[in-house]
RNA sequence: GGGCGGUUAGCUCAGCUGGUCAGAGCAUCUGCUUUACACGCAGGGGGUCGCAGGUUCGAGUCCUGCACCGCCCA
């Protein structure tokens, strides 16, 4: 075959990419034993979110230990997933379309709606809305298929998978019901961390501190009867309406007299109790401090420890609810009889008013208007207000503070297992190793078990049903949990056993239980995804725990964690052996790459404008855990690096092509020189191969670069070129092409895992056929020692430092002269020391042919080798 | 406030168990059109390795403190 002119990279990359797809290299082989066997736990990317560099840079690092590890001849097991489910699918649904859910409505089996509908957004029903989500996420998943293929990700795209499709869903499922069966799993009515755009509870996980500014204002409550106040600065004045106690620290020589005693809210003159307790701090604010149901974390510790009662104001949407003042008559109802909430208050008319003015507002609104009204007021506010910046919790893909609503929520235990789990991470072996502190602590200061359940639509339903009592009343307290055997299920169209559909939401009937997972209770199980888990024991027996779980360091808390806590759950075992964190990709500004910062790079124009091969490299220079500035110079550093194998390979099968292939062998190669720069490859591979058995890529890569750029090309193939122009076949020609193809042969597998498609370019010109490898380099077998066996001993050792130490003067000499290095020179003198005089001897031909120099003479010298140049 | 990581040439980063470790690439400068490659080759300039102490015969490398940056948690 004739060797292509130039490097066409559009082209060489295509052509692999359909070949590789037709061929299925890189099927996973379920006849092949544990042991034959690398297993990885990959992450499904979040397809409804935005494509940028950042995926690129992390998958690739999975697919250079994946391809690594194929070479080492293992039986590979990448399955790729898409995580669809849950509510970035939903936002891109609502934007895309201009659609919101809502539940109440009737399903339209004929509804279309097409993108760019101008507008407010259609309502349109539950079912109605995940079928669009269904929709979306097909266009959605097609396109990171298509840059996972071109990119060169080696998936067994026959386990592909959607944490939403009908397996997932069962998975998902089954892992609920076998944890609610186990005790693991329960339901309770507490006060959660609620998100008011979303409507729906969260967990711990998804938790984000913001740093916004705020302010204290100084509220004066006053004792009953008497002129005497205490000033309490709150930042939440909107939830004096449920205030429902004061607190002081019981050592606070200014307050603690008033312990025990009664004191009224400002404005609405409820009669609250004065406590005492450690948690009051004496220096945050005027040291007195209003405990509302809920304003923060604390208040909700405070309400549990002194059971107070529970003023719940804040509706599920964030406005405030509709409550009434009335005046103690001592029998005071909680609830009105429209349902209302009632609170006791020494002048309800007075106070009724004022909350009539902030009723219906959101919490933000509400602060304004009652900080206005209670300026009017004489008496109320003790002095103007103070600015001030504190840290408010928001849910990670919220734009509004959270509030504490409670609700009825399903939870996974996890606060009782915190010294299993840690324990369970140290199993674990972690690169780089530090990042298991991280894991540590976000274990140990776990204060809440898991909140599983979501008020959302897309997502997998969390299957039980109520039955409702013959009064109309549901009866959470005792669900009906379908058969494993019957997932997966959808509570809201399926019925669940001895019932009927017309029973549905009746008395003496039953009710679906409309909320779904939280999607890390599906993500969590990408193990048993993809082993089948339950549904094939031997299966699962075989790939679990997997081998490794590649994944960024910002998701250690969610899934690296909520995977640990499913495989202890369940088989008492750790997931994976080793975690791999991938750093992420800062933009020039050392920001982090988000659609929100506008800042995003998306990928591929990138492989089109570069090659994969050159995105693959600039991925690969970034050690693991590392977080990288996008710099767009790695890329055409990549491309030279592409440009330079296809250029040396071209060269060295142009020389191999002219000599009888029979004549090559490893026993022929006899020059030292030849010997000595397969001695270097040697010491090259060895390394290069613990790096990656380490996991460290970039290091195995900057090893096998300096090898074959400095070492091979610019020094190697210089010096033989005079042996393989020879037309003639004499033993140094033969020497030399046999080493060349030995090097050349291994320089290619060594870059393959970084370069797949260059380097199956160029080893279809030469290796394809090999009896000892593979048609495919891919398949082709890492280098390994046992291949040096048969070539002779090297009999200089450390002739290659010689050899460099000759060469170097004489170019720096040209270069000084401004004279080519090709350029013809007079005479050289060598002086060495007599131990290396034999090896210059050796050497000294080579290089003067190398160099063009006409004559030379070596004497001997002293410490170190001189060479003295006549231009 | 606690934890983790970082601070090495103009830029991006290597430097693993203290002793050829002061490095690479990019950028810059100077030469070289050499029959694999100008997406190349050869060579040069450029850093008191964040700061201050300490251990040691010897410290980017270990210890202590500090400063700054980033992330995580309270």
Known sequence: MDLPKNYDVKKIEEN??????????????????????????????????SL?????????????????????????????????????????????????????????????????????????SRKNFIELCDQVIVEDEKAFRNLWTRLGMSYDWELEYATIDRHCRLI????????????????????????????????????VDKEVPSAFYYFRFPFPNSSDYLVIATTRPELLPACVAVLVHPNDERYKQYIGKTILTPLFHVPVPIMGDEKADPNKGTGVVMVCTFGDQTDVEWWK?????????????????????????????????????????????KAN???????????????????????????????????????????????????IVPTRQWYTKIIDKKEALIEQGKKIKWHPDYMYKRYEHWVEGLNQDWCLSRQRFFGVPIPVWYPINEGGEVIYSKPIVPDIKDLPVDPLSDVPEGYKEEQRDKPNGFTGEPDVLDTWATSSLTPQIATHWFLNPERHK??????????????????????????????????????????????????????????????EPLIEQHGADSVRYWSAKARLGVDTAYDEQAFRVGRKLC????????????????????????????????????????????????SFDDFDYAQSLMLTEEFFWSVFCDNYLEIIKPHVYQSE???????????????????????????????????????????????????????????????????????????????????????????????????????????????????????????????????????????????
Not at 655 to 684: F, G, H, S, W, Y
């Open 172 to 207: 998902s499922q089954a892992s609920f019901i076998e944890l609610y069966r186990k005790g693991e799993i329960y339901q309770e009515e507490k006060p959660v961390l609620w998100d008011i755009d979303y409507q729906t509870a969260i967990a711990q996980a998804e938790l």
């Open 542 to 603: 075989k790939l679990f725990p997997m081998d490794i779980r590649p994944q960024a360091h910002d998701i250690i808390r969610t899934w690296a964690f909520y995977t640990i806590v499913k495989a202890y759950l369940h088989d008492g075992e750790i997931p994976w052996k080793n975690v791999v964190l991938s750093g992420w990709i800062l933009d020039p500004d050392r920001k982090k790459m988000s659609k929100s910062h506008g800042n995003v790079v998306t990928p």
């Open 643 to 690: 440009t330079k194998l296809f250029n040396a390979s071209k060269f060295a099968i142009m020389q191999l092509k002219n000599i009888d292939k029979e004549l090559l062998r490893k026993e022929a190669i006899q020059n030292p020189i030849d010997i000595a720069v397969i001695n270097e490859l040697k010491t090259c591979i060895q390394r290069a191969t613990a």
């Open 52 to 124: 940028h560099v950042g995926h690129m840079f992390s998958y690739s690092h999975q697919d250079f230990i994946v391809r690594y590890q194929r070479m080492k001849g293992k039986n590979i097991f990448f399955p790729i997933g898409w995580d669809d489910n849950g509510l970035p699918t939903e936002r891109r649904v609502q934007n895309f379309l201009n659609v919101r859910c809502e539940p109440s409505m009737p399903y339209d089996p004929n509804l279309k709606v097409f993108p760019g509908r101008k507008g407010s957004p259609l309502s349109v």
């Open 729 to 871: 076949i004499t033993n140094e020609k033969i020497s030399a092409c046999s080493a060349l193809r030995f090097i050349h042969r291994a320089i290619v597998r060594l870059l393959a895992p970084y370069l797949p498609y260059i380097t199956e370019e160029v080893w279809n010109w030469e290796y394809s056929n090999d009896k000892d490898m593979s048609p495919s380099v891919h398949k082709s077998p890492w280098p390994s020692m046992r291949e040096f066996d048969g070539i002779a001993e090297e009999k200089y050792p450390g002739l290659y430092e010689v050899l460099i130490g000759l060469i170097n003067p004489i170019r720096k000499a040209k270069t000084e002269a401004n004279i080519s290095l090709a350029a013809p020179i007079n005479r050289i003198d060598v002086q060495c020391p007599p131990m290396f005089n034999e090896v210059c001897q050796i050497l000294i031909k080579d290089v003067v042919a190398m160099l063009h120099v006409n004559e030379y003479s070596i004497c001997e010298g002293n410490e170190k080798i001189e060479v003295f140049v006549h231009i």
């Open 305 to 349: 420890q002194f059971n107070l009662p529970l003023r719940q104001i804040v509706a599920r949407n964030g406005t405030l609810l509709h409550i009434e003042f009335v005046s103690n008559d001592g029998k005071l109802k909680h609830l009105s009889d429209t349902g209302h909430l009632v609170i006791p208050s020494l002048n309800p008319d």
């Open 16 to 49: 692999w990419m359909k070949k590789w797809k037709e061929t299925g290299i890189y099927r996973w082989d379920p006849l092949k034993t544990r042991e034959e066997t690398f297993v990885v736990d990959t992450p499904p990317p979040t397809v409804s979110g």
């Open 353 to 403: 008013e004022i909350y009539s003015q902030i009723h219906r507002l959101y919490t933000g609104n509400a602060k304004k208007v009652l900080v206005e009204v209670a300026n009017q007021i004489e008496g109320v506010i003790d002095r103007p207000e103070t600015h001030i910046t504190h840290t408010v919790r928001f849910f990670e893909k919220g734009d509004r503070p959270l509030e």
